[in-house]
């Protein structure tokens, strides 16, 4: 899920404007995940893949990024929620289902997983990806210690679509 041509209408890598009409909690918190989002690309940085898009056909694949609520709090403030595709791939991608339309915000999973086709070094920075993602959980659980889990990207999708998001709940 990486390309250096991918669509990149959220600004560039580490873009630090606000996310707009957050807590400051929420702001602390998204600004946390952009310094874990670009520590995951660093980490990758010496790796490549060919950016076809096919990782983003989720229903081919059934294979779905997982993410905190931060993650989604990123997406669902910083772009438009887009329909779902009627080919089952992630609704972020563009029309034609090749390239991701949210880039620079996309999800630490999209950053950190690559198909078979990966090239670079021998050795994936798995360790890396350990810590960053412990780092993950605890900037989203300081935010909602009720979620004690990451979700997949179809349901926090479904759930901002149906109305009912954390967002939407009373406080
Ligand atoms: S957000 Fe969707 S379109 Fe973008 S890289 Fe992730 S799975 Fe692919």
Known sequence: MRGRDWDDEGGEEGDERPSSGGTHEEERALKELRTVYRQADA?????????????????????????????????????????????????????????????????????TFFCERIRGPARQPADTVTTLLVRLERISQRLMPTLTGPRELLDWHAEALSGNGPEEEEP
Not at 57 to 75: V, Y
Not at 80 to 87: G, H, Q, S, V, W
Not at 100 to 107: E, F, I, K, Q, S
């Open 43 to 111: 980490a990758y940085a010496p790796f490549s893949c060919p950016a076809s898009g096919e990782c983003c056909q989720l229903a081919k694949t059934r294979r779905q990024p997982w993410l905190w609520w931060p993650e989604w709090l990123l997406l669902a403030r910083r772009h438009p929620l887009p329909p779902p595709r009627k080919d089952g791939g992630c609704p972020y991608l563009d029309a034609e289902g090749r390239r991701c339309t949210v880039y620079a915000d996309r999800p630490f999973g999209c950053r």
